[in-house]
């Protein structure tokens, strides 16, 4: 019987960083890479030349996950954080895969899912799931579900769901340092330990924010408007640029 570890299909790892996270978090972006040559899966990191606020950056994953899923291209979606790192004993991910569940996220350090590593296997559910997201990324979510940017919403959406499946924190983690993880996730108390440090990541966010405003002199501004509006066209622009979330090949 072959199982979606022993599949040939295509499969996308990519993340997403701007405003100087794919300098900041280099290590990090660099295992992402290095995971992704070691399993013959595709891989892009988004850095569009726009300083764009935290929120717009942190939505974008999620209309890109439709995008790379309404390609058909890939049966199989994997999304890191620029915080992320990826271990070099990391198995593929598809291994996680249960009848009837198409995403997959683990438990964050408070308890409820976090949208920082996401497993999406391409079908019609998993593809409305996060239409239904993106839709609602204007709307309130209950106190209870209250999370940074995207994150609430995911949690809001996804509880008691069952299309999601819950993974080993191993996957994510967000909140022990010696977890014998997969994917170490430096956020929240895990911060602390990352391999830069909070000073040089600074600097390098910097210099990756300048690097913007230098390459929006010859690159047109994006148009204030609402957070729906804004993310349709850095989506638009993420896709045009991207060969990963382009539709099919020739």
């Not at 408070?110 to 609602?136: A, H, P, Q, T, Y």
Request: aromatic share 10%.
């Amino acid at each position: 019987m072959t199982t979606d570890c022993d599949s040939e299909d295509k499969v996308l790892v990519f993340s997403i960083a701007m405003n100087g996270y794919r300098w900041a978090w280099r290590s990090c972006i660099r295992s992402h890479r290095k995971y992704a040559e070691r399993w013959s899966f595709d891989y892009g990191c988004v850095d569009l030349p726009w300083t764009v606020s935290p929120a717009e950056a942190a939505w974008l994953k999620v209309s890109l996950i439709i995008r790379a899923l309404e390609s058909g291209y890939y049966p199989w979606v994997l999304l890191l954080d620029a915080d992320a790192l990826v271990r070099p004993h990391c198995p593929d991910f598809r291994c996680v895969a249960t009848p009837g569940r198409d995403v997959y996220m683990a438990h964050g350090h408070s308890g409820r899912v976090n949208s920082g590593v996401i497993m999406i296997r391409l079908s019609e559910k998993s593809l409305r799931f996060f239409r239904e997201i993106v839709s609602d990324c204007e709307g309130m979510v209950p106190s209870e579900d209250a999370a940074p940017y995207e994150n609430g919403h995911v949690i809001k959406h996804g509880k008691a769901n069952p299309l999601v499946g819950l993974i080993e924190r191993r996957w994510n983690n967000t909140a022990d340092p010696n977890l014998d993880d997969y994917i170490r996730h430096f956020t929240g108390p895990m911060a602390s330990q990352g391999r830069v440090d909070r000073k040089t990541r600074t600097r390098w966010q910097r210099a990756g924010a300048f690097r913007n405003k230098i390459l929006a002199l010859w690159t047109p501004a994006l148009p204030e408007g609402s957070l729906r509006a804004r993310l349709d066209l850095i989506t638009e622009a993420a896709a045009s640029r991207y060969e990963v979330f382009g539709g099919p090949r020739v």
